[in-house]
């Protein structure tokens, strides 16, 4: 951050090195208070017209805590499938805020903006004001549903403890994106599988 | 393609714009009788080792059609769902190969490497030779559920007539992609679903 930067929000969604659009699914380092950086999974959501973008924690998380207490992190856009696994399903802590796979990283400052409770989960609105960021590297996209398996995997897997959902349902969904990786993903959205299989106690 | 680019398949590899690993979900365009480009969807197979990279046509579609009599075609690259969708569940011909979302394509020599049966559709396995490329746009890519939802809903429609296939399963997979791009699309994605709606005569 240089000394002419805009302050926080005045100029917040040029800060980003990517277009958002929807919500985007990202990894979130923030440092806690043993003085490491927890690797987490955020949902992050476009602006609404001239707003933040917002990303929402749910239940007394580490990255709900460390936002609380450091208020910010480090939002960070990473195609590895192993880096986004271990962010969404396991604890994960680091000397460095950036990981070495992030394409770019965001240096943000977080502002609650909601909060509020579903079922048994307290959850909070964050909003997400960019202070820093920098883009590592850019190249042409390319869509592989072994990669996007992966993630959907994470999603299936982290709900397998919430009433709400069928349990049937979400081991039958995680059989099936395992086929999709078995099918078209590379090594490493294989080796990012098996972290999932290794990671979450269940049998599909 | 200048006059001193290597023979094809001498340095194939090289001319690809972007990592290819696993399965690559693009968009190829292939010239009909008719001279007009067809826009289909083509899952490209990294190249095994030293081999080239490597495509599959499923029954007579225009695509293997086209591949045979034109001998190639332009695989591209685009993150655009709209275009995805048109691209695998529709018939769509332009009047120029390449499409405005593509961020990068390749020019490609087609070369039928195996076939066979799988039920009653008959199968062919073709090399990909780049002879030309270029990238028009490279950025920090992004994960977004919506997009990556929109492509296994093309997956499951496109299924939803093969026997193998159970087809409430299938319409289960759509209902849930749906919702995944309620929850986590832009307006692209949502304006993507709705020409799968339109495209694909099924209830879900």
Same mark, same amino acid.
């Given at each position: 951050? %240089? ?10 969604? %040029? ?8 919500? %985007? ?91 509020? %409770? ?87």
């Amino acid at each position: 951050m %240089t000394d002419d930067s805009p302050p926080h929000g005045a100029d917040a969604q %040029t800060a980003w090195p990517v277009a958002l659009s929807g919500v %985007t699914e990202t990894v979130v380092t923030t440092l806690g208070p043993n003085e490491r950086w927890n690797v987490a999974a955020l949902g992050v959501h476009a602006p609404d017209g001239d707003g933040p973008a917002t990303a929402t924690t749910w239940g007394r998380t580490r990255t709900w805590r460390n936002f609380r207490e450091s208020g910010g992190g480090y939002v960070q856009f990473t195609r590895d499938p192993v880096d986004f696994v271990e962010a969404a399903l396991s604890v994960r802590e680091e000397d460095e805020p950036i990981l070495d796979s992030a394409d770019a990283w965001v240096e943000i400052e977080v502002e609650q903006r909601d909060s509020g %409770t579903e079922g048994d989960t307290q959850w909070v609105e964050w909003a997400l004001h960019p202070v820093d960021s920098a883009a590592e590297r850019r190249v042409v996209p390319t869509t592989n549903r072994g990669h996007a398996a992966v993630v959907e995997a994470t999603v299936a897997a982290s709900r397998l403890d919430v009433p709400s959902y069928d349990r049937e349902t979400l081991l039958e969904r995680l059989a099936y994106f395992e086929s999709v990786v078995e099918t078209a993903g590379s090594e490493r959205e294989r080796a990012a599988f098996q972290r999932v299989r290794k990671l979450v106690d269940a049998e599909w």
